[in-house]
């Protein structure tokens, strides 16, 4: 768990991005209550977190910089019956001693307080859409603003998107994010190496499931990432599978793409291996091309290399696999220039990562390609998909999906994988295969 004082510092950040006279008002989601109970985790909207530790749900904060208060926190009041049902709440005297708010108001006050709050802005930073009740609040708070300024010549408020700054406040990962990134980079490895000791014929792939699941947990994971998929032979073709309810069947390859969230920081690994521990020569083949692919791609990354950079060379590296592997046959410069490659390699080379899976951040500025830099965290996951009735695909690669993925932060002068602790040569994942699970 971090202390305090980290989301101080993350707050002087706010600072240096913020110009004076600038407001940010950063909501969470509204509880998470479903089935008339209440025994769904609510887990606190990711950039509110990030600017000041509060996991409570109906928390909001005002950040303006340089006013008194600088740093408002409204949150529910203490409440002995309902702490004794649901546990410890700040309230308003904990958001100022727990949480280090300069201001801390009941939650029921917002609507009250933004006028006095917000009239000496000159804009306001605000996400809208993640709560339609706050959103009204928000805007009916604004047009109290305006009409409070009515006389004065200053005009209404305008509001900004707040994403366009947490976003760029997240995208560099602090040292404390780091250290959970690795951490939460560590279980998830561990528990797909735990995972490909466990996968024989026969399995289903829901027990492979609850596999990582235990092995996220045991750990000390809070929660998967994100949904995770356990994909056998042609499911594995299938990008956003998620029933996992199949057998896994002699012959087939099985793909895994599963991460954890571990205090609040998500890990995204991919690994595919052949479901009875040995790789064919047609799966080899195709496996090389992606393992290739993404060894590549890895390789350029450091502070400088642009994003469009590290997209262009997975796609160079995979359209001549699939000229080489005669998946397609049109000139290498062809499968590039018309985008033919497409249709075995649809989606993007990865994603920022850090407290999302998907991270806040942008990947271009003004329309051009953004540099990497020291401190930027990404996935590394080129795939092949040669879904079983591509009747114009070689027959001996129908039925596979192929895809690696590894979480990369970029580092002074290179990269660290740290997801790089599953096997993924052919050698090693099938000498990893041939151990037994304590599971089994
Ligand atoms: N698991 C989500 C992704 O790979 O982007
Ligand atoms: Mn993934
Ligand atoms: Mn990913």
């Known amino acids: 768990m971090l202390g305090k004082e980290v989301f101080a510092r993350r707050r002087e950040k706010l600072k240096n991005i913020l110009k004076e006279g600038d407001a940010i008002l950063l909501v ?19 950039s509110l977190y990030y600017f000041t530790g509060c996991k409570e749900e109906n928390t909001v904060m005002l950040f303006r910089p340089g006013m008194t ?16 049902w649901d546990g410890y709440r700040h309230g308003v005297e904990g958001a100022k001693r727990d949480l280090l708010a300069d201001e801390a108001y009941e939650v029921s006050m917002l609507g009250k307080m933004l006028l006095p709050l917000l009239k000496d802005s000159n804009r306001l930073y605000y996400q809208l859409g993640l709560d339609p009740k706050m959103d009204s609040d928000v805007l009916a708070a604004l047009e109290r603003v305006r009409a409070a300024k009515g006389r004065t010549g200053l005009g209404i408020l305008p509001l900004y998107d707040a994403t366009e700054i947490t976003g760029e406040a997240r995208i560099i990962k602090d040292e404390e994010e780091i250290d959970l990134m690795r951490k939460s980079g560590q279980i998830a490895a561990e528990a797909h190496k735990e995972a490909m000791r466990f996968t024989e014929v026969g399995k289903t792939e829901k027990q492979i499931q609850g596999v990582l699941s235990f092995k996220f947990l045991n750990a000390g994971a809070d929660d ?32 895994i793409d599963a991460g954890c969230e571990y205090d609040f ?22 496996y090389q091309a992606v393992l290739k692919a993404q060894l590549e791609t890895i390789e350029i990354i450091k502070p400088g290399t642009l994003f469009s950079e590290v997209q262009e060379k997975a796609i160079e590296s995979l359209s001549a696999s699939l000229k080489e592997l005669e998946i397609l046959e049109e000139s290498v410069e062809e499968i590039i220039s018309q985008k033919l490659y497409r249709k075995y390699y649809p989606h993007n080379i990865g994603h920022w990562i850090g407290l999302d899976v998907h991270d806040r951040g942008k ?21 092949l998909y040669i879904p079983e009735g591509d009747m114009d695909a070689p027959a001996e690669y129908r039925g596979m999906g192929i895809r690696i993925e590894d979480d990369i932060l970029v580092t002074k002068d290179g990269y660290e994988n740290l997801t790089k602790d599953v096997p993924k040569e052919i050698p090693e994942i099938e000498a990893l295969m041939a151990e037994k699970s304590f599971l089994a």
């Open 28 to 46: 969470g989601h509204p509880a998470a209550i479903r089935n008339n109970d209440n025994h769904h985790l609510f887990r606190q909207e990711s």
């Open 363 to 383: 990947y271009l500025i003004q329309q051009e390609s953004r540099p990497l830099e020291e401190g930027m965290m990404l996935t590394i996951e080129p795939g």
């Open 224 to 255: 998967y990432a994100y949904h995770p998929i356990v994909g056998t032979g042609n499911n594995a073709t299938v990008l956003h599978y998620r029933d996992n309810d199949k057998l896994c069947k002699d012959g087939d390859l099985l793909l």
């Open 69 to 84: 208060p600088e740093y408002t926190l409204f949150l529910r009041p203490k409440d002995a019956i309902a702490e004794l």
């Open 265 to 286: 920081y998500a890990s995204d690994i991919t690994r595919t291996f052949p479901v009875n521990g040995k790789f064919t020569a047609a799966q080899t083949k195709l």
